[in-house]
């Protein structure tokens, strides 16, 4: 089968889409990988994930190291999802990851994510890299990624997301994502103010707790920032990814291989070289021109409220379009009450998807929360084509909702 059909193929072969739990993905990685010996650094939390596990990556590989890395979701092609030496990896060698786990796996039933998640540590091996850098998916506890036993482990952030599996509070999503952590590991903490059951948990399991404005911290400048942890770097560029926030998800990336600096050597020019290297698509990327326009995967109240801060450190003379569309199971009145004030029209299109909410839903909501400037389209790409014709040269377009919102503009202005 060529990819799309591997593709198409694993999206029917579990019974549900998300099924949480260890057992039968381990079952599966003891027959495919009976013995791993790349170091893993597990990344989770519920936003900054995508950014440190960039950071991770572009300081170790400018420190010298063969670099695995395994993020979720993509936006534009699933091998966004696998990278070996900052490189996406090809069609053919997901295919033979896909057939070997098909083998592998016999009666034992897996999602698309433990199918992914399997491929991705089966290519690090077979490409013998240095070091695995996996991103969580949902949660930590039972996620897929927690199969693989960390060298160290990073909660980026804990905020209210997917409560239907992680429960509805901080306490109890917290209590989740710490399942990550390992006795006797670093467990790094990049949450200014995380619950207090996070630190209990790495407590209760003897990892060693490493949390941001306690064992490291950051200090920003105008046009640099200043690191202080385990060691100390003055003046160092500001990252190549904007917003205020990328400071304490570059701060955590440092932290984290700093506790594991007995396996991996990390200069301070690595650190600089890193720093301007690393991007992820959709975090706060800027395009070029005028009007300013700005697509940002924001998709529950603590993403968008982190993006509503960038904008209003950043004003611009005109107007705010949005071009905003969301999942039906997303906090889509959290999101909206975050952005209410840095957006003047907002530009809503629903999404054709069996999670995806109808723009009529969406305008329900908007007037809920006191929006009354909405206009509706009919898809995210006429969304963004209305914006772009209407915005003028000192206006903002800011696209934001869902990772689905993003893909569908970044595919557009690709063609």
């Known amino acids: 089968m060529c990819l799309d059909e591997w593709l198409h193929y694993l999206e029917g072969l579990h019974p549900t889409a998300i099924d949480l739990g260890l057992q039968r993905v381990a079952q599966v990685r003891d027959v495919l990988l009976p013995v791993i010996k790349t170091p893993v650094i597990v990344v989770g939390g519920t936003n900054g994930k995508g950014s440190t596990c960039a950071y991770l990556e572009s300081i170790l590989t400018a420190a010298g190291y063969r670099v695995g890395l395994y993020t979720s979701p993509h936006l534009l092609r699933y091998n966004e999802r696998v990278r070996i030496t900052q490189s996406e990896v090809d069609d053919a060698a997901l295919c033979a990851a896909f057939a070997a786990i098909e083998v592998a796996r016999g009666d034992v039933s897996l999602s698309y994510f433990e199918f992914g998640t399997l491929a991705a540590m089966w290519l690090f091996d077979k490409a013998a890299v240095d070091v695995a850098i996996m991103e969580v998916g949902l949660g930590g506890r ?101 917003g205020d926030y990328q400071l304490s998800n570059a701060a955590t990336a440092i932290a984290a291989l700093e506790s594991v600096c007995a396996d991996f050597s990390v200069t301070e020019s690595a650190i600089r070289e890193g720093l301007q290297h690393a991007k992820v698509p959709g975090r706060f990327q800027v395009l070029p021109g005028k009007p300013q326009r700005i697509l940002d995967v924001a998709h529950n109240p603590h993403g968008a409220s982190a993006l509503a801060a960038n904008l209003m450190d950043a004003p611009v003379s005109g107007k705010s379009y949005a071009v905003f569309s969301m999942l039906a199971d997303k906090d889509i009145a959290g999101v909206v009450a975050a952005m209410r004030d840095v957006i003047d029209v907002w530009v809503v299109a629903g999404l054709d998807l069996p999670r995806g909410t109808s723009a009529e839903t969406l305008q329900m909501v908007l007037a809920s929360v006191g929006v009354t400037n909405i206009v509706l389209v009919g898809s995210v790409e006429a969304a963004w084509i209305f914006a772009c014709e209407q915005a003028q040269e000192n206006d903002r377009i800011c696209v934001f909702g869902s990772f689905y919102t993003v893909a569908a503009v970044l595919r557009l202005i690709a063609d």
């Open 142 to 242: 039972l996620d897929a990624v927690n199969i693989f036993d960390a060298r160290c482990a990073v909660i980026t952030s804990v905020d209210i997301d997917h409560t239907e599996y992680l429960g509805a509070t901080r306490e109890l999503i917290a209590r989740e994502k710490a399942g990550v952590f390992r006795t006797g590991r670093p467990a790094i903490c990049g949450d200014m103010s995380p619950p207090e059951v996070l630190h209990d948990e790495a407590l209760r399991l003897g990892a060693n707790w490493l949390a941001i404005g306690d064992a490291y911290r950051f200090q920003p400048h105008v046009s640099s920032w200043d690191y202080h942890g385990a060691g100390e770097y003055l003046n160092l560029p500001l990252p190549l990814m904007q």
